[in-house]
């Protein structure tokens, strides 16, 4: 019986072990590789309509591909333009309006510090006369380490932006050179795709061919589910704000509701990183009806956000909304930004292994 157990231990100590180290060996083969696995998705999301030009238009697999780079990265530039152009006309208007909009918030600083802060600091100034010396000496004291203490801290902020700063510069040529590799890569990956999986089929034993295959359906179909879910609602997101602004005649709505569609993806922050200051801007100039109807939007973007992410996401990515709330909770709370992405795929990766027995599989194996 204890010959048995041990046995037992071994393997399950065995199974352990190698799912950490393939883990491992994955994290930092990804670390390598990353601009060839983004290629590689890039490759996988335009590879219907390359085949439509392959098969359907009777295109060299060649030139399909590039039409199809071409067209991608078209209309991202166009996008772009749009936008650019967007925020251009919008930098206009602010520097036309600006110079009004700050004489109204240093009058309304001019009134706070002269009917509020003035006579809060004679009331304070009164009070601590009337105290005794030791009294005083422990407010003056314990001033003075505040002061020491917000000191530190704004000295350590700008430390580490200014470390930061290299950083920031050096990535641009990284960055720079990371697209090329991925355009490149995308290309060849997509042009050679069917003789590629041919070859990977070679070096694949059947047995893990044909297990692996449903996991690699389904993480596709996540993938896949996962864009179209995050697509859909920034997309959402974007036309209430784009409705919204224009019940309100803001100026440059439709870059605005872009720009906030965008800010959407943002975790935490989301929306609130330009609706908070906004409205209280509009507070603060005494505009009431414009930031109480920036409040009422604001709110009703973040409830349909919340409502409605889950119940897309799992709809686009196969598991249950509960599964998919808690899987971008515990990513976003593990891996920040990226955990938004890696932790409905996780789930979406422990649901198929599921679905393929592999996890009974595991458990015989440690049975024996």
């Not at 999986?197 to 589910?225: C, E, H, N, T």
């Not at 919204?244 to 509701?257: K, S, W």
């Amino acid at each position: 019986m204890n010959k048995i157990y041990l046995q037992r231990i071994t393997r399950a100590l065995f199974v352990v072990v190698s799912v950490i180290l393939f883990a491992f060996s994955i994290y930092y083969l990804s670390s390598l590789t990353y601009p060839f696995i983004i290629a590689w998705i890039i490759a996988l999301m335009m590879n219907p309509l390359v085949n439509f030009l392959d098969v359907k238009g009777k295109l060299p697999r060649a030139l399909a591909v590039l039409l199809v780079l071409i067209l991608m990265f078209g209309l991202f530039a166009g996008i772009l333009t749009l936008l650019i152009s967007q925020l251009i006309s919008g930098a206009e208007y602010l520097s036309k309006t600006m110079p009004d909009n700050i004489n109204v918030f240093v009058l309304y600083v001019q009134h706070l510090i002269t009917d509020t802060i003035l006579p809060f600091y004679r009331d304070m100034t009164s009070l601590f006369n009337n105290l005794n010396q030791g009294q005083q000496e422990t407010i003056i004291s314990n001033i003075n380490d505040i002061g020491a203490n917000i000191a530190s801290s704004l000295g350590n902020v700008i430390q580490m932006i200014l470390t930061k700063i290299p950083a920031i510069i050096s990535w641009f040529p990284n960055a720079a050179t990371v697209f090329i590799f991925t355009i490149l890569a995308t290309f060849f990956i997509s042009k050679d795709w069917y003789r590629l999986k041919s070859l990977a089929r070679k070096f694949v034993p059947v047995a893990i061919r044909q297990g692996s295959m449903k996991v690699y359906v389904d993480l596709r179909k996540a993938l896949f589910g996962f864009i179209r879910a995050q697509v859909t609602l920034i997309s959402i997101t974007a036309v209430i704000v784009l409705i919204g602004l224009f019940i309100l005649r803001v100026n440059y709505a439709v870059a605005l509701a872009f720009i906030i569609g965008i800010i959407d993806l943002l975790p935490y922050l989301g929306t609130g990183l330009v609706f908070v200051p906004w409205i209280i801007y509009e507070f603060i100039v005494e505009n009431y009806s414009l930031g109480i109807g920036l409040l009422v939007l604001y709110i009703v973007v973040l409830v349909q956000r919340q409502v409605m992410e889950p119940k897309i996401v799992s709809t686009n990515i196969g598991i249950t909304p509960l599964a998919s709330l808690m899987s971008i909770f515990v990513g976003l709370q593990l891996l920040g930004f990226t955990g938004l992405i890696i932790g409905p795929i996780v789930a979406v990766l422990i649901s198929t292994l599921q679905k393929a027995n592999a996890f009974q599989r595991l458990w015989e194996f440690i049975k024996g």
